[in-house]
């Protein structure tokens, strides 16, 4: 191999290595990181164990990697588990290469193709958010298994620790381990027949199926007849689509894949020996959406456009588009040179696009690292509150509760962050007033209606209001009754428009969506001592019950 091939591709990994560290700038917990952060202990007794599943995935490694570092960081510092997923990915994209050259890539275009793995655009905050080493690691597991065991002849022993102990390691990530494997077995059978692959999966099939057995099944499986049904649809859209936003031009998707059909077709012949497992990593990324897919049959759960789906099948494409490019440019030398030029222009827009949704995921984390902090000072005031989490009711997010709160304050395990009045009124907003359903059998006072913004109320059946918007920012504005909890009967037809935000001496704190994932109508509860809360309703019909109103409301 010349070494300037072997010099690019290290230069490629160091390219790599230092955008993710731009990215990776001022990024904090997230999502499903609190799943691990509020309900797991690797020691002592705690909601989840250190086997349960994380939604449907076996995540040991990474609950044991958090724990670790909540034990020697808490939630001060994001960057050491940082720096490990840049290691994860940068190493992933050694695997890579090697794998693309062994099934028979230019090296300067496997070298290439290594870092389209790094800086793959619609990954987008995938790759500035730590929690992604458990597909990241599953990927490198079966990669380096197919660049480790031999490719031909009967099982050695080397071949059985190399599969058998990458395997288990692979599952002990995540499900992505479970596409790897398949593609695997695939490869061997190809290449060494039926009797190598069964041996080679026997074990971390066995194992994963063990867990399975007494502890997966408590996942989400989210099995469906209409997952089933929309699979073809769900590989189609998640591979065209991250071509399209790759070089954000229309039908790309249908371009490349056809060219890449057209390809295969027109090499039949070649496709023997370790040639044959690009095709079989290509397979793997179907293989991969349609398992997917199969779980996804609901409009609140991740689509085949996410970025993480996207980037582990991209990356299964990439040593068959790295065949199709070596075999073009390696035909008519012309194109490397316009192939290299396309190559860099693409990676520079890939780079862009991260950047752009890193400095967004940058703002967002920064709101919420403030959240937290303005949440943990007023609890630890012993001010009254009637939502128990700070973060919201999305998904993990919502173990980010009280209790959780003052442990971590008592540890010193939150981070340093300056408060302002907008956030320390925000958390307000998250802990003094809270969205559910209505009980029926509700004793808090009714809440006091004082004013309308860009909106009209009429009197409506059983003491009700009935609130229509004249404007885009429509809102009620309520006052809390400073020494009791009190609640209103809310019924809107867009639930998902609801938002609150709470006044205090002549300032309006930040808007909080409240989003009710339980049935209508819902019981909207002011904390004592909240004061002035605004539901901003943004245009949906909206009628109040349980309430008392000025009757000045009603003019005009």
Known sequence: MPRAARALHAATLVVGAAVYGWLARGQWFSGDEWDTIALRKVFGSSEKGLLDPHNEHWSTLAVIVYRAHLALFGLRTYVPLMVLFIAVCVLTAHVLWRFCLRVGCDPYVAAVAALGFLLFGPAGVETAFAWNLTFVGALTCGFAILVLVDDRGPMTARDRWVTWGLGILGVLCSGVALTMLVVVGACLLWSRGWRVAVESLVVPIGVYGIWTLGWGRSGNSLLSPNGIQQVPDFIATGFTYAFDETTHLAYTGVVVLGALAVYVVATARSWTGTRAW???????????????????????????????????????????????????????????????????????????????????????????????????????????????????????????????????????????????????????????????????????????????????????????????????????????????????????????????????????????????????????????????????????????????????????
């Open 278 to 556: 690009a095709l079989c990593s290509a397979l793997g990324a179907v293989f991969f959406y349609a398992i997917v897919g199969i779980r996804r049959d609901s409009p609140f759960l991740p689509g085949p456009t996410t970025g993480r789906y996207m980037w582990m099948a991209f990356t299964l494409l990439l040593p068959l588009i790295g065949l199709a490019a070596t075999s073009l440019v390696r035909r008519w030398r012309a194109a490397a040179s316009v192939a290299g030029a396309v190559a860099v222009v693409l990676l520079a827009v890939q780079v862009g696009d991260l950047v752009g949704d890193a400095d967004d995921a940058r703002a967002v984390k920064a709101m919420e690292r403030r959240r937290v902090v303005a949440g943990a000072e007023l609890v630890a005031r012993g001010l009254p509150v009637v939502n128990d989490s700070v973060l919201g009711t999305s998904v993990f997010e919502d173990s980010a509760t009280i209790p959780l709160l003052a442990q971590l304050a008592r540890d010193g395990d939150l981070p340093d962050a300056t408060l302002t009045k907008e956030d320390r009124l925000g958390a307000r907003a998250d802990l003094q007033v809270s969205l559910d359903h209505w009980p029926a059998n509700t004793t808090d006072p009714p809440a006091r209606v004082t004013g309308l913004f860009e909106a009209v109320a009429t009197p409506g059946p059983e003491g009700c209001i009935v609130v229509a918007a004249t404007g885009p920012g429509a809102h009620v504005r309520f006052q809390g009754d400073p020494a009791a909890t009190t609640a209103a009967r809310v019924d809107s037809t867009f639930p998902n428009a609801l938002s609150v935000a709470v006044v205090r001496n002549g300032t309006t704190g930040p808007l909080r969506p409240i989003l009710p994932f339980v049935r209508r109508p819902y019981r909207l509860r002011l904390a004592a001592e909240a004061q002035d809360v605004l539901l901003v309703t943004n245009g949906a019909p909206t009628t109040l019950c349980n309430v008392t109103a000025d009757p000045a409301i009603y003019a005009g």
